[in-house]
């Protein structure tokens, strides 16, 4: 069992920016490692993905050109670097991974077998 442990949530206000970063216990730096999030009364969705083989992002329309996924591989840490933050970005955020191998939709939560227990992002207006 991969034990993945986030870090970094908290509160900011509207157009600040926050990092969140995530290690997983085993090293599964070799294949797909992506961001999801769930606010209350909403469905999990993607943020943003990373298939740590060759560096290739896949971000939810929603958070193009404000996150950045990134793997630290000196320090074996997924980040996810938040700017421009805005009230709808607020949610709990999950860090998830699998093993290697393709997947047809990096974004898609059933895809992913190893989770955190998430860290909260607040947003103030």
């Known amino acids: 069992q991969v034990h993945v442990v986030e870090s970094g949530g908290g509160s900011v206000q509207a157009g600040g920016s926050l990092t969140l970063s995530c290690t997983a216990s085993?090293?599964?730096?070799?294949?797909?490692m992506a961001w999801f999030r769930q606010a209350p009364g909403k469905e999990r969705e993607g943020v943003a993905a990373?298939?740590?083989?060759?560096?290739?992002?896949f971000y939810d329309d929603s958070v193009k050109g404000r996150f950045t996924i990134s793997v630290d591989r000196m320090n074996d840490t997924l980040r996810l670097q938040m700017n421009t933050l805005k009230p709808e970005d607020t949610a709990m955020y999950y860090c998830?991974?699998?093993?290697?191998?393709?997947?047809?939709?990096?974004?898609?939560?059933?895809?992913?077998?190893?989770w955190g227990q998430g860290t909260q992002v607040t947003v103030s207006s």
């Open positions: 085993e090293n599964t730096y070799s294949g797909y």
């Open positions: 998830a991974t699998r093993p290697p191998g393709a997947i047809p939709f990096p974004l898609l939560a059933s895809l992913y077998e190893y």
């Open positions: 990373i298939y740590t083989a060759n560096g290739a992002t």
